[in-house]
């Protein structure tokens, strides 16, 4: 599926809460399915720096398509991640780079981070384009 | 209790607590952080721009002289309330931060190489950063007064630190981080009877509890107006005026001179050596509204509402299974640092956020504290006066709420 159509997915799932609390739950239950880090990737290079949790991303490429793996102290922070690598891995290099990125804005999650967490999307964001970057350097 | 009386009538005083938040009556417990702003002051802030606009101390028309009256008005509200000896002990900044700044920038001129200033585990980073400017431009190294389980300084350890290399100890009144009330009137005793100035951080005190200056003997007492119900921007600066008139001046500017030539500048007499540039006039006159509006309600009044919020709160808070308080010195003001099991602290911030209760949660710009402890973080609640224990009762719901969905 196309980054665009999977965020357009995300976006319809979570339109289906009506309440903050309904859609939180469903982020929390997202994160437990985050494919996680392996122990050697979860290190201090890996760690994303803004987040007021920790999270650590790590990407390898796998017949040019990039998969991203994550993990995080935080389960709404999983939450969040969950979503990222669900629109971003198993895509080509090109296409995540010029992927739009407006789902988040779209199920209104940024109006519920302040502006460090907000920081600390941003960050996750620019760390997965950088991966898609090196990538379709290397590809 | 005259507060519990009155509360309808304090909270009516202050339009933000009537805000909603996903429908919800918004819980305002980050007071640390910043208390929220009565009526009072903002009309203050709004009146001086209507009727009063000027800038100050050099206009000879009527109205720099009544904004210069005002404004003088305020350090005199100041003065008194501190109890500090003269106006010219009086100088306002932009906050503790900045009046930290101005002091340890001064410091520059009194320390060498192989000096010693102590700080304390408790503090926040505003009053560990500029000091270790400090030690970077003279090579004056710094000691760390280290703290117990309880979150309490260890006062021993601090006598042991002591010796006559030591030029300066700076440590916070009260802990931002954890609540404790430091034993300053011993460390300020102490650190005089070896030669060394004392500066105290007390923006965490000030709120809360009355201050005087002269009892404690210290040299330097910085806070911030908007603890104190007043606006941002504004902070306060004592000193000594031995010491005062010793540190060179933080900003050349407007204002801070006395005669200028291309050849020599003399410097004018305190506080407007320290005061370089147009100032913050209708903050610094809408904190001495603040103030009137804290006096009016009485510190006495507001420390013993507040312990009877920070008792009740605590007692509640560790009914809940798993909670863990940080911080757990009987000498402390209205701040509760906890964590809940495994739970981490942004999670439990980010859902009761939604539930309108708005806490502080991470390291609190104190990672020492963190590091100490071995957390990434915690769940901090800070009350002020107009809080009410029906709203510490809607934040246990929540967290019961909260730790639901997340376990």
């Given at each position: 599926?196309?980054?665009?159509?999977?965020?357009?997915?995300?976006?319809?799932e979570?339109?289906?809460?009506?309440?903050?609390?309904?859609?939180?739950?469903?982020?929390?239950?997202?994160?437990?399915?985050?494919?996680?880090?392996s122990?050697?990737?979860?290190?201090?290079?890996?760690?994303?720096?803004?987040c007021?949790?920790?999270?650590?991303?790590?990407?390898d490429?796998?017949?040019?398509f990039?998969?991203?793996?994550?993990?995080?102290?935080?389960?709404?922070?999983k939450?969040?991640?969950?979503l990222?690598?669900?629109?971003?891995?198993?895509?080509?290099p090109?296409?995540?780079i010029?992927?739009?990125m407006?789902?988040?804005?779209?199920?209104?999650?940024?109006?519920?981070?302040?502006?460090?967490?907000?920081?600390?999307l941003?960050?996750?964001?620019?760390?997965?384009?950088?991966?898609?970057?090196?990538?379709?350097?290397?590809d | 209790?005259?507060?519990?009386?009155?509360?309808?009538s304090?909270?009516?005083?202050?339009?933000?607590?009537?805000?909603?938040?996903?429908?919800?009556?918004?819980?305002?417990?980050?007071?640390?952080?910043?208390s929220?702003t009565?009526?009072?002051?903002?009309?203050?802030?709004?009146?001086?721009?209507?009727?009063?606009?000027?800038n100050?101390h050099?206009?000879?028309?009527?109205?720099?002289?009544?904004?210069?009256?005002?404004?003088?008005?305020?350090?005199k509200?100041?003065?008194?309330h501190?109890?500090?000896?003269?106006?010219?002990?009086?100088?306002?900044?932009?906050?503790?931060?900045?009046?930290?700044n101005?002091v340890?920038?001064?410091?520059?001129?009194?320390?060498?190489?192989?000096?010693?200033?102590?700080?304390?585990q408790l503090?926040?980073?505003?009053?560990?950063?500029?000091?270790q400017?400090?030690?970077e431009?003279?090579?004056a190294?710094?000691?760390?007064?280290?703290?117990?389980?309880?979150?309490?300084?260890?006062?021993?350890?601090?006598?042991?630190?002591?010796?006559?290399?030591?030029?300066?100890?700076?440590?916070?009144?009260?802990?931002?981080?954890l609540?404790?009330i430091?034993?300053?009137?011993t460390?300020i005793e102490?650190?005089?009877?070896?030669?060394?100035?004392?500066?105290?951080?007390?923006?965490q005190?000030?709120?809360?509890?009355?201050?005087?200056?002269k009892?404690?003997?210290?040299?330097?007492y910085?806070?911030?107006?908007h603890?104190l119900?007043?606006?941002?921007?504004?902070?306060?600066?004592?000193?000594k005026?031995?010491?005062?008139?010793?540190?060179?001046p933080?900003?050349?500017?407007?204002?801070?001179?006395?005669?200028?030539?291309?050849?020599?500048?003399?410097y004018?007499?305190l506080?407007?050596?320290?005061?370089?540039?147009?100032?913050n006039?209708?903050?610094v006159?809408?904190s001495?509204?603040?103030?009137?509006?804290i006096?009016?309600?009485g510190l006495?009044n507001?420390?013993?509402?507040?312990d009877?919020l920070?008792?009740?709160?605590?007692?509640?808070?560790?009914?809940?299974?798993?909670?863990?308080?940080?911080?757990?010195?009987?000498?402390?003001?209205?701040v509760?640092?906890?964590?809940?099991?495994?739970?981490?602290?942004?999670?439990?911030?980010?859902?009761?956020d939604n539930l309108?209760?708005a806490?502080?949660?991470?390291?609190?710009?104190a990672?020492?504290?963190?590091?100490?402890?071995?957390?990434?973080?915690?769940?901090r609640?800070?009350f002020?006066?107009?809080?009410?224990?029906?709203?510490?009762?809607?934040?246990?719901k929540?967290?019961?709420?909260?730790?639901?969905?997340?376990?």
């Open positions: 599926m196309k980054i665009k159509d999977i965020q357009n997915q995300i976006v319809e979570f339109d289906i809460f009506d309440s903050w609390m309904d859609k939180y739950e469903y982020l929390i239950e997202l994160g437990k399915s985050v494919p996680i880090i122990p050697s990737n979860k290190k201090d290079d890996n760690i994303i720096k803004g007021q949790s920790k999270v650590w991303l790590h990407a490429s796998d017949n040019g990039v998969k991203f793996y994550a993990d995080s102290d935080a389960v709404i922070t939450g969040i991640i969950s990222l690598i669900r629109a971003f891995s198993n895509q080509k090109k296409d995540i010029e992927a739009k407006d789902f988040i804005d779209k199920i209104g999650l940024r109006q519920h981070l302040s502006p460090n967490r907000a920081n600390g941003n960050n996750m964001i620019k760390k997965i384009k950088f991966y898609a970057i090196a990538f379709s350097k290397t | 209790m005259n507060i519990l009386k009155n509360i309808e304090i909270r009516n005083d202050f339009p933000i607590l009537s805000t909603k938040v996903n429908g919800n009556q918004l819980v305002y417990f980050d007071n640390a952080a910043t929220q009565p009526n009072c002051v903002i009309d203050s802030i709004s009146d001086y721009y209507k009727t009063l606009n000027s100050i050099r206009g000879v028309h009527k109205l720099s002289q009544l904004a210069t009256e005002k404004y003088e008005n305020s350090r509200k100041f003065k008194e501190l109890n500090a000896n003269c106006t010219s002990e009086i100088i306002f900044t932009s906050g503790t931060t900045h009046s930290i101005l340890s920038n001064g410091f520059i001129e009194f320390l060498n190489e192989g000096d010693e200033i102590i700080v304390s503090e926040h980073h505003s009053n560990i950063v500029p000091w400017m400090l030690c431009k003279t090579g190294v710094m000691k760390v007064i280290p703290m117990n389980e309880q979150g309490e300084l260890k006062v021993s350890e601090f006598l042991k630190l002591l010796n006559n290399k030591t030029k300066i100890v700076f440590i916070n009144h009260v802990s931002n981080a609540g404790t430091n034993p300053i009137e460390v102490k650190s005089h009877a070896i030669g060394a100035a004392v500066l105290i951080d007390g923006a005190a000030a709120p809360h509890f009355e201050i005087d200056v009892k404690l003997n210290v040299d330097f910085v806070f911030s107006a603890k119900c007043g606006p941002t921007g504004v902070g306060i600066l004592y000193g005026k031995e010491w005062l008139e010793k540190l060179p933080y900003q050349g500017g407007g204002e801070m001179i006395d005669e200028v030539s291309f050849e020599k500048t003399t004018a007499e506080p407007n050596k320290f005061e370089a540039g147009t100032p006039i209708a903050g006159i809408a001495g509204i603040g103030l009137d509006y006096n009016s309600i006495k507001i420390k013993e509402y507040e009877y920070l008792d009740y709160a605590t007692s509640k808070l560790k009914e809940i299974e798993g909670v863990k308080v940080y911080g757990e010195s009987k000498n402390k003001t209205s509760i640092s906890f964590n809940i099991g495994e739970i981490h602290p942004y999670d439990i911030g980010s859902l009761i309108g209760i806490v502080r949660t991470g390291q609190h710009c990672q020492p504290i963190m590091d100490y402890f071995n957390i990434p973080g915690t769940i609640i800070s002020c006066f107009y809080n009410t224990i029906e709203e510490i009762d809607f934040l246990v929540a967290l019961k709420k909260a730790i639901k969905m997340l376990s």
